[in-house]
């Protein structure tokens, strides 16, 4: 994991866990649905982090150095940014994956290529879309917050834009607490495409407001109300389909590749994989 340098080291295929219903969705909208990261099962989602960064800066904020601190956490909710993710997996074979978001192992866990997602940073008008690896040690955790509010205070002292600063630290803490969560979900070994999205638009300028597509709004059986935006993919982002151990299609996948031909898909370049993952 290396948040700070945006090097993460990430495999060259990363694995999306879905039902049926999902996995014919996903192949045939060829979009991905980035969903706000509030209503993900885990209840302390973006919060884990951004109570550290308040304690650290509430710390430093009674220093010496408050005069260059005050103004962050003066500001740091009203720039709030809010992560919007699809979440991957870089293990193939996780029974408790293919439970919980495969059902009950009868699903599918859809390959992608890293490379292209790694691009779309590039391809976007901002540059908060990312693609990193969830990092789940406190330690560090707290080594890359307290390495951008160190980057921000040595920025100050040669004499960079106290304003611009502050917005760079603002950002880049709320874009950790998307990627930092308990380490009590280390097994997942979660890989996170994410946006960030403001909290309140109007403290930004137009260009940061100009997302990956339009918000959009689902619901859910918990949710009445869950904001995502949308990130289409070409045919060939996928790379290979695992069936889960119960899958229908491990012993005749003819309508599987029917389906993928019927839907533009290039069949001899996607491998389909049965996962050997036991189950009950």
């Known amino acids: ?48 982090l951004i109570e550290k960064a308040k304690e650290r800066l509430q710390e430093l904020n009674q220093g010496a150095i408050w005069w260059d601190i005050q103004p962050i956490f003066d500001n740091f909710e009203w720039m709030a940014l809010d992560p919007h993710i699809f979440c991957f997996s870089s293990n193939i074979n996780l029974p408790d994956q293919w439970r919980d978001y495969a059902d009950d192992y009868r699903g599918y866990s859809i390959g992608f290529s890293s490379f292209w997602l790694i691009n779309q940073k590039n391809c976007c008008p901002r540059r908060q879309v990312l693609l990193w690896g969830a990092e789940y040690c406190e ?115 003819s309508s599987l590749k029917l389906f993928l031909a019927e839907n533009s898909y290039n069949v001899n370049s996607i491998k389909i994989e049965r996962s050997d993952a036991t189950c009950r």
């Not at 080291?9 to 014919?24: A, D, G, L, Q, V």
């Not at 004499?159 to 760079?168: A, E, H, I, N, V």
């Not at 260009?207 to 709004?217: D, F, H, N, P, T």
Request: glycine share 4%; aromatic share 12%; net charge negative.
């Open 139 to 253: 330690k560090k955790q707290m080594e890359f917050l307290n390495h951008y509010i160190e980057e921000y205070l040595t920025g100050l002292k040669q004499g960079k834009d106290r304003r611009d600063s502050g917005m760079r630290l603002v950002e880049a803490i709320y874009a950790l607490s998307g990627a930092c969560k308990n380490p009590n979900f280390c097994e997942e070994k979660e890989i996170r495409l994410m946006v960030m999205e403001p909290r309140h638009p109007e403290s930004f300028h137009d260009k940061y407001r100009q997302g990956i597509s339009e918000r959009l709004y689902r619901s859910s059986e918990k949710y009445n109300k869950i904001s995502y935006f949308t990130l289409p993919f070409p045919e060939h982002a996928i790379t290979t389909i695992y069936l889960g151990p119960k899958n229908y299609a491990r012993d005749d996948d």
């Open 1 to 48: 994991m290396a948040l700070i340098d945006d090097k993460t080291e990430i495999p060259e295929t990363i694995y999306h866990y879905c039902n049926e219903k999902s996995f014919r969705g996903i192949l045939k909208s060829k979009k991905l649905w980035l969903s706000d990261v509030h209503c993900m099962e885990d209840s302390t989602e973006q919060t884990w």
